[in-house]
């Protein structure tokens, strides 16, 4: 009889994510269980569990996926869970809180994807400006930014504290060099978009980062991406559906939280696909959607 492909979705919250479980049965899986207000002491025990429950030729047909939505300890849970695992006994791994991961991996995809037909620039030729770069998107769309080459600024809107802490956990954590930018009112965000390339905006569903005006003032723009789809969007001018638009009264293009969904889905539904096809062990986050984001992009 072949293995059933099960998955076990943990989350430190009150419920996982309905759009998870969906996207787990639609990818292949023939179950999915949930871990609610799992704390990181008890990933271990519950790892163990799952590959001690199966000889190790079936490692591969057992999965972990962790939720939640903080970046970081949904990265230290991975690591956690890859520690616990005791040769020949394992499992795939993966996490996606909130949705951030796909969905920071696929916006960067779109941009890398404009940027190169528009302009024939690469990620490694421009500077972003991340704005809602202390949430989970923000986050790690800026850190992949960066490990690609980009010359990426994260902007704090309350000040520069909590953006340079940020700043110094991604060197610690990625090796990636960031600069935090105090953008903490209207005047400090119009001047930090005059001098970028391209803007990723990530900020908090229905709050305005930059009004069309502050974007037609920042004269060396290419791109900008917006993953906000609550009104009114965070950039102004940049419809929904824009999928590499002209921006009114620039010379930028503009794209869309709705042109970044499609891809971020397929991105999700493909890592879980690549665990269930897998012949050994799967250890995946950002990075791994990234790179299978660009694919679908291209």
């Known amino acids: 009889m072949a293995a059933k492909n099960i998955l076990h979705m943990l989350t430190p919250h009150k419920h996982v994510s309905p759009f998870d479980v969906n996207m787990a049965l639609d990818a292949g899986y023939d179950s999915v269980t949930p871990y609610e207000g799992v704390t990181m002491e008890e990933v271990a025990d519950l790892v163990q569990d799952v590959i001690f429950s199966r ?25 956690a869970a890859k520690n616990a ?3 020949p ?45 202390t949430g989970v998107v923000g986050y790690c769309s800026a850190v992949i930014a960066a490990l690609e080459g980009a010359h990426v600024k994260i902007v704090g809107y309350s000040g520069i504290e909590r953006v340079q802490q940020r700043a110094d956990e991604m060197k610690e954590r990625f090796g990636v060099e960031v600069e935090a930018v105090d953008g903490s009112s209207d005047d400090k965000n119009t001047a930090i978009v005059r001098d970028v390339d391209v803007i990723f905006a990530a900020a908090k569903a229905g709050v305005q980062v930059l009004s069309l005006k502050q974007l037609q003032g920042a004269e060396k723009l290419l791109v900008a991406a917006d993953v906000n789809a609550v009104p009114p969007l965070g950039l102004e001018g940049v419809d929904v559906m824009a999928d590499g638009e002209p921006i009114e009264g620039t010379k930028a293009f ?7 969904g499609p891809i971020k889905s397929a991105t999700e539904q493909g ?23 660009r694919t679908l992009v291209s």
Do not use: W, Y
């Not at 000889?55 to 690591?79: K, Q, W």
């Not at 996606?96 to 994807?113: I, L, Q």
């Not at 503009?254 to 970044?260: E, M, Q, R, T, Y």
């Open 85 to 87: 695992l005791v040769p």
């Open 254 to 260: 503009g794209i869309g939280a709705l042109a970044v």
């Open 89 to 133: 006994f394992g499992c795939n791994v993966m996490a996606d809180p909130a949705g951030s991961f796909t969905t920071a991996a696929a916006m960067v995809a779109c941009v890398e994807r404009t940027l190169k037909k528009e302009t024939g620039k690469a990620l490694s030729d421009v500077t972003i400006a991340v704005f809602g770069a």
């Open 271 to 293: 890592l879980l696909k690549r665990m269930i096809e897998a012949d050994e062990p799967q250890f995946l986050d950002f990075r791994d959607a990234f790179q299978l984001a």
């Open 55 to 79: 000889p190790p030729e079936r490692g591969v047909n057992s999965a972990v996926f962790f939720g939640g939505d903080d970046a970081v300890l949904a990265l230290d849970m991975i690591e």
